[in-house]
C-alpha cells in the first residue's frame, strides 16, 4: 500500500510540474515566434528572399536546449598544456597528416605559390579545427544561431551572425540542410563563423559557389585566404624551442614583449643543442605555456598570426610543433617531467581570492584564468623574488594557502 501510495504522490507531483511548466515553455515558444517573425521581416529588409528564409527556417521553431547547454557550461578544470598536447598531437593524426600533404601536394603547393602559407601549416590547421574534415559538428548552424541570437547574453553578435547565414544561403553557397557546423555557429571544415566566411572564403574549384563542407579545394583555399590576409609570412617558420639561460629573467616573457633575435641571442637564449640561435632583425617573444619548469618556444610573426585565428597560445603552439612534425622534426624536447595537476575552477576562483587578499588587484572572482589573473601572479611573484612567469600551477595555489595560513 506504501508503494502504492508514493506512485501515487509521484505521478500527483509529475502532473503539477508539468502544469507550471507547460504555459512557461508557450511563452517562450510564442516569444521566439514572434522574435523569428521579427528576424525573418529584417532579412527581408536586406535583401533575403521568402523563398530562402522559408527554406533556412523550416523546422526551426524554438530554441535548442543543447545549444544553450553547452553556451552555459563551462569546463570543471582548466586544461594544462601538457594534456592539451597530448589530446591533439598523437602518432596517428602525425602519420594522417603526412599521408594527405604527399596525396595533395599539387594542390597544396599551389596555395603556397599564390598565398605563401607552407603545405605542412594548412593541414595542421586542418587537423586541428576539424580533425582533417571528419568533425565538422552536427548541428544546423541556422538553428544554432537563431537559438543564441533569441538568447539575450550575446545576442546582437550573434543575429548579426544568423542574418550572414542567410546571406550564405541566398548567394546559393549551401543549402540550408547542408550548412551544418558546431554548436555556436562555427562552419565546415576550417570552422569559419559566417562573417569569416564571407570576408574570407574562397571558391577555390572554380565552380562558382564556395562550399567549406565538401570541397576541399574550398576549405584549405579559405583557410589559406584567411592566414594570409592576418598577416602570415611564407618562408618563415612560426617558432622553435629553445632553452633559456640560467639567469633568464621571467618578466620578458609573453607575447607583449618581442626583441629581435639577435637581442635574444645576447640574452643567451639557444637553440636546443646549445648553439646560439644566431643573430637577425626578426622580432620573436618568448612564451613558456607550462612555466618555468615547462618547455620554451621563441615564436615569430606566424605565431602571433595563428593568434588572429584562436588567441591561444597552446593552440599556437600546437599548430606550429605540429607542423614541424609532419615535416619530422621530434617531440617537445621539455615537456614537464610529471603530469600536471589541473586546476579546477573552484580552484582558481579561490587563488583568485587569494591574491585580492594579498593585495593584488584582479576584479571579480570568476574561476576564470584570464589576462588579469596571469598579471597578478606575475607580480606577486615579483614582490616574493619567485620566477616571474605568470604561471598558475596548483603548487602555486598551495603556497598561496600555506602563506595566508601563516599570516592568520
Same mark, same amino acid.
Given at each position: 500500500?506504501?508503494?502504492? =501510495?508514493? &506512485? ?9 510540474? =508539468? ?39 523550416? &523546422? ?34 602525425? @602519420? ?56 539575450? @547574453? ?47 572564403? *574562397? ?5 562558382? /559557389? ?26 618563415? @617558420? ?17 607575447? &607583449? ?9 645576447? =640574452? ?72 600536471? /595537476? ?20 584582479? &576584479?571579480?572572482?570568476?574561476? *576564470? ?7 597578478? *601572479? ?6 616574493? @623574488? ?23
Amino acid at each position: 500500500m506504501k508503494q502504492r =501510495l508514493c &506512485g501515487v504522490g509521484s505521478t500527483v507531483l509529475i502532473a503539477l510540474f =508539468l502544469i507550471l511548466v507547460r504555459p512557461t515553455l508557450a511563452a517562450e515558444n510564442e516569444d521566439f515566434a514572434a522574435w523569428l517573425a521579427a528576424l525573418r521581416s529584417e532579412a527581408a529588409s536586406k535583401g533575403i528572399s521568402t523563398s530562402t528564409l522559408d527554406a533556412a527556417f523550416t &523546422g526551426v521553431d524554438q530554441p535548442l536546449p543543447r545549444v544553450l547547454e553547452l553556451d552555459r557550461s563551462q569546463p570543471e578544470f582548466v586544461q594544462t598544456f601538457s594534456g592539451y598536447m597530448q589530446r591533439r598531437i598523437s602518432d596517428t593524426r602525425i @602519420r594522417r597528416g603526412r599521408e594527405l600533404l604527399e596525396k595533395h601536394k599539387i594542390l597544396l603547393k599551389q596555395l603556397e605559390k599564390q598565398y605563401g602559407v607552407q603545405p605542412q601549416y594548412l593541414v595542421s590547421f586542418w587537423a586541428l579545427e576539424s580533425n582533417f574534415g571528419d568533425d565538422t559538428g552536427g548541428f544546423s548552424v541556422i538553428n544554432a544561431l537563431a537559438t543564441l541570437a533569441f538568447d539575450p @547574453r550575446r545576442s546582437d553578435f550573434f543575429r548579426s551572425e544568423l542574418l550572414t547565414a542567410l546571406k550564405i544561403i541566398q548567394a546559393g553557397h549551401i543549402k540550408p540542410a547542408d550548412m551544418t557546423g558546431s554548436w555556436a555557429g562555427a562552419m565546415g571544415q576550417c570552422q569559419f563563423m559566417p562573417s569569416t566566411f564571407t570576408h574570407y572564403a *574562397v571558391d577555390g574549384d572554380g565552380d562558382g /559557389r564556395i562550399d567549406i563542407w565538401h570541397s576541399l579545394p574550398d576549405v584549405l583555399s579559405s583557410a589559406a585566404h584567411y592566414l594570409a590576409e592576418s598577416g602570415w609570412k611564407g618562408g618563415e @617558420r612560426w617558432g622553435r624551442e629553445v632553452v633559456l639561460p640560467k639567469n633568464f629573467e621571467y618578466e620578458l616573457t609573453g607575447t &607583449g614583449v618581442r626583441k629581435s633575435v639577435t637581442d635574444w641571442n645576447a =640574452l643567451g637564449v639557444k637553440r636546443l643543442d646549445g648553439k646560439p640561435i644566431g643573430n637577425g632583425d626578426m622580432p620573436a617573444s618568448i612564451v613558456v605555456p607550462a612555466g618555468a619548469d615547462g618547455p620554451a618556444f621563441l615564436t615569430y610573426n606566424n605565431f602571433r598570426t595563428t593568434l588572429v585565428w584562436n588567441r591561444s597560445n597552446f593552440y599556437a603552439i600546437a599548430v606550429g610543433h605540429l607542423a614541424d612534425r609532419f615535416m619530422g622534426e621530434g617531440p617537445i624536447a621539455h615537456m614537464p617531467a610529471r603530469e600536471e /595537476r589541473a586546476l579546477a575552477r573552484a580552484d582558481v576562483e579561490e587563488l583568485q581570492n587569494l591574491l585580492i587578499q594579498a593585495g593584488l588587484t584582479i &576584479g571579480n572572482p570568476d574561476g *576564470v584564468l584570464g589576462t588579469r589573473t596571469r598579471e597578478a *601572479v606575475r607580480d606577486y611573484q615579483i614582490r616574493h @623574488r619567485l620566477k616571474p612567469d605568470g604561471y598558475a600551477s596548483y603548487e602555486f595555489l598551495e603556497m598561496l594557502r600555506s602563506s595566508s595560513a601563516a599570516s592568520n
